[in-house]
């Protein structure tokens, strides 16, 4: 699977950004696509997941009711909607894929990673 993240951008506080994954390859339904965020300086930590099956949503708490993830089938992309942003949201933004996974928030779950794309959120 590759996987290829875009959206990023300059946003003010309060402001929206849409991130999308561009999901490849023959068996991409059959993984979990999910988002990860790393600040500088910092670990890279969960933001959120859309199962394989297409029933499930995750949320790390820091954006539950700001953040969300929806995934469209057809298109192979899953979309990361952030509205009311923080300068804490700040960070570099990845999608992550884990075949038939369950959500996880551990990183190592996850077995293939696109390249990132940077949302600054000025404040």
């Known amino acids: 699977v590759q996987l290829q993240a875009s959206g990023g951008g300059l946003v003010q506080a309060g402001g929206s950004l849409r991130l999308s994954c561009a999901a490849s390859?023959?068996?991409?339904?059959?993984?979990?696509i999910a988002w990860f965020r790393q600040a500088l300086g910092k670990e890279r930590e969960f933001v959120a997941a859309?199962?394989?099956?297409?029933?499930?949503?995750y949320y790390a708490d820091s954006v539950k009711g700001r953040f969300t993830i929806s995934r469209v089938n057809a298109q192979n992309t899953v979309y990361l909607q952030m509205n009311s942003l923080k300068s804490d949201d700040t960070a570099l933004y990845y999608c992550?894929?884990?075949?038939?996974?369950?959500?996880?928030?551990?990183?190592?779950?996850?077995?293939?990673w696109g390249q990132g794309t940077q949302v600054t959120v000025s404040s």
């Open positions: 992550g894929a884990d075949q038939y996974g369950s959500g996880s928030s551990d990183r190592d779950e996850y077995d293939y």
């Open positions: 390859g023959r068996t991409v339904r059959t993984y979990t």
């Open positions: 859309f199962s394989f099956n297409g029933i499930s949503t």
